[in-house]
């Protein structure tokens, strides 16, 4: 007898079995049933002539019982690899071996259904609605009030069907439909409803099968038809994947529309949030009181798409619901309120220009601030220019704490040594110079906050750093100026009356200068025996002349360079394409070699021509506007920007009129007369000290 002793009755009401169970399956049938070889499972069974006659019913039964180390029988084996033959031949031989679980509850069913084999699944759905295997099961012990061989869930709660459609097999599923239609209404462990789990896969096709294969209509469905994960129903996941499924499950239950989920999320919010504005529109023309539906948080869809930046969706809602500007959160806040804190600037700037959001630029939320007041807070100094080159913003309104957006710019800034284009102070430099007013209150209560700030461990780590990087670029530009004057470019003698010469060496030796006075200062500044308060200044003074010596350094190589390019001796030969070349790229380095001095004018020309005009402009660089807070926040910082930008372009001016003064200098005859009688003097030079051969 080829079948094991050893037996294993798997029964169908039994809970979770362990991970891995003993095989006690026979070796043949284990490989008959994994092949497909109908002639080794006949013998086996001893159903074959050459197994020298039949086994008894009860001894076959028994080596179909046997399971592997996974808990699976001979039955899950063959119906998985769908072997239809097998599992006739298995099931004639012990009908109760289509309720076998294995380790993971998974029926022969089940098993069929997830490989996709309709022919085997047709074969065990009839066999289930066969009354013969409900009194085989019952003939083998199972208990009658256990559920049916469809609607058999596995340790994850998923039944057949759940496993055709989440490994798309929709003939699998129409089969099971068709058979049971009720399966549609089985909810698995995580709570998918098969309806759920199709539209979130995306599947058109299945969620018109189940639609249709659904009960008639007598009134509204039962939830367990389109239910899905934290309250949400097919209808969230359809309006993320498609419009056309969007549309047939509202034909099919309108009410899906207004139904929420566990965070108060409609299917209007899932569409807005991911910004499916076809799903949009037909929403809200079936229902355009869908965007009057708020969330938990009290976010209706407009503020949704506003957090996402969908400014497509924000603009349909609008026109749908032209109220919509007035909806608020439960936080007070309306959808430009919503954009700022979530950094959408796109969706800003689309607001300020359109003067249909004109109602949002000054709302106020539940503490009192403005959307400028949150831009400042947040410290989005792209939204908090956007704002403040509206006209309509008013920059001066207080929250309920009595601050002003001028007052929250104050507070955030860091008021010991900063860089000038970090957000903070781009937005209280634009709030200043654009006259936005600090709240009626004594100044004298911010000086606690400011207190220590110059010799604070954070201000003294900063001086440690600043000091470190700055004297590798000071001690960089020293070097390279140092070596400079001993490789002159070209003949000094014949290259000492051009223009770009002289530059060449005026250069140098300014830029050698800047930097070995900024490489003692910061010498001084890196010591902890040096007080923090001239710490900061040589700090300063050090940055200053490292501006100019970076500066000088780009012209001195563009000199350089152009001397090289053309010597005296070419004859007056006109500036190529490649000096100017080399002129327009020291030009662009000039401009662009320290953005904190040469942006920050541009960054805030915008909002002050918008509300000062050109007189503004002008007043950016002659000085700080009479405000009150000059001293407190401007004491410094433009007059340093001031100096930084005139160096600029005076370096700027050097570099463009030394390079067109050459050209026009190589052009001269004089120039041409001084470079002949030089060749001719070095010929007759040469010929002097010739050696005789």
Not at 69 to 91: D, F, K, P, Q
Not at 108 to 129: E, F, Q, T, W
Not at 404 to 430: F, K, R, S
């Amino acid at each position: 007898m080829l079948c094991s002793n050893h037996t294993m009755v798997m029964s169908p009401s039994a809970g979770v079995a362990p991970r891995h169970t003993p095989h006690t399956m026979s070796h043949e049938l284990l490989r008959a049933a994994a092949t497909g070889d109908k002639a080794l499972l006949e013998q086996v069974l001893g159903l074959s002539c050459d197994s020298g006659g039949k086994l008894e019913a009860g001894i076959s039964r028994r080596c179909l019982k046997g399971v592997t180390s996974e808990g699976n029988t001979a039955l899950h084996t063959a119906a998985g690899r769908g072997y239809t033959e097998l599992v006739r031949i298995m099931c004639g031989v012990d009908a109760s071996l289509i309720r076998a679980r294995n380790n993971l509850r998974n029926t022969p069913l089940i098993s069929a259904s997830r490989a996709g084999h309709v022919d085997v699944v047709c074969y065990l759905i009839d066999r289930a609605l066969d009354p013969a295997t409900a009194a085989a099961v019952l003939e083998a012990g199972a208990s009658g009030d256990e559920e049916s061989v469809l609607r058999a869930r596995n340790a994850e709660g998923a039944t057949a069907m759940h496993e055709a459609i989440r490994n798309g097999h929709e003939a699998v599923m129409e089969k099971l439909v068709s058979a049971d239609g009720g399966l549609a209404a089985v909810v698995d462990g995580k709570g998918f409803s098969p309806l759920y789990l199709a539209a979130a896969l995306g599947r058109t096709d299945m969620v018109a099968v189940l639609i249709g294969g659904s009960p008639p209509d007598d009134g509204v469905k039962s939830p367990a038809y389109y239910v899905g994960p934290h309250g949400q129903t097919a209808l969230h996941a359809a309006v993320l994947v498609s419009e056309e499924m969007t549309k047939s499950l509202w034909c099919w239950e309108p009410t899906l529309a207004k139904k929420v989920d566990n965070s108060g999320n409609t299917a209007l919010h899932h569409a807005a949030s991911a910004g499916k504005i076809g799903a949009v529109k037909l929403l809200l023309q079936k229902d355009s009181s869908l965007a009057y539906i708020p969330d938990v948080d009290g976010l209706f869809p407009a503020h949704t798409a506003a957090k996402m930046g969908k400014i497509d969706v924000i603009e349909l809602l609008m026109e749908t619901c032209p109220n919509s500007d007035e909806l608020l959160d439960n936080r007070g806040r309306n959808v430009l309120h919503c954009a700022i804190e979530h950094r959408k600037e796109k969706v800003v700037q689309h607001m300020c220009r359109n003067p249909r959001f004109g109602r949002m630029v000054n709302a106020r939320d539940g503490a009192g601030n403005t959307p400028l007041h949150l831009a400042v807070k947040h410290g989005c100094d792209g939204m908090a220019m956007l704002l403040t080159q509206d006209v309509k913003v008013n920059l001066s309104v207080m929250n309920n704490d009595g601050a002003t957006p001028l007052d929250v710019a104050i507070n955030e800034l860091d008021h010991g040594y900063t860089y000038p284009m970090n957000p903070e102070v781009l937005i209280a430099q634009c709030l200043v110079w654009c006259g936005a007013h600090r709240s009626p209150r004594r100044r004298d209560e911010y000086l606690d906050k400011r207190a220590g700030a110059g010799g604070s461990e954070r201000e003294l780590r900063k001086y440690t750093n600043l000091t470190q990087n700055r004297a590798i670029g000071s001690v960089l530009i020293a070097t390279v100026t140092f070596a400079a004057p001993f490789t002159v470019p070209g003949a000094a003698a014949d290259a000492a009356e051009r223009p770009a010469f002289r530059a060449f060496v005026l250069c140098n030796a300014l830029a050698f200068m800047c930097s070995t006075v900024a490489t003692c200062l910061l010498m001084y500044a890196g010591l902890t025996t040096v007080h923090p308060r001239y710490r900061s200044r040589y700090h300063v003074w050090s940055s200053n002349l490292l501006h100019v010596g970076v500066l000088l350094v780009i012209a001195t190589f563009a000199f350089g360079v152009h001397l090289t390019l053309s010597p005296p001796g070419a004859a007056g030969v006109p500036v190529g394409n490649l000096n100017a070349a080399v002129c327009a790229m020291a030009c662009v380095s000039v401009v662009f070699a320290h953005p904190g001095t040469t942006w920050w004018p541009v960054v805030l020309a915008r909002p002050i021509w918008a509300r000062l005009g050109l007189k503004g402009l002008l007043g950016v660089l002659l000085g700080p506007r009479p405000i009150p807070c000059q001293k407190l926040l401007l004491s410094r910082t433009p007059w340093l920007n001031l100096f930084k930008m005139l160096a600029t372009l005076l370096i700027l001016a050097l570099i463009l009129v030394t390079f067109l003064w050459d050209v026009a200098y190589l052009r001269s005859p004089a120039t041409h007369h001084h470079c002949l009688s030089s060749t001719l003097l070095l010929q007759s030079q040469c010929q002097v000290y010739s050696f005789p051969t």
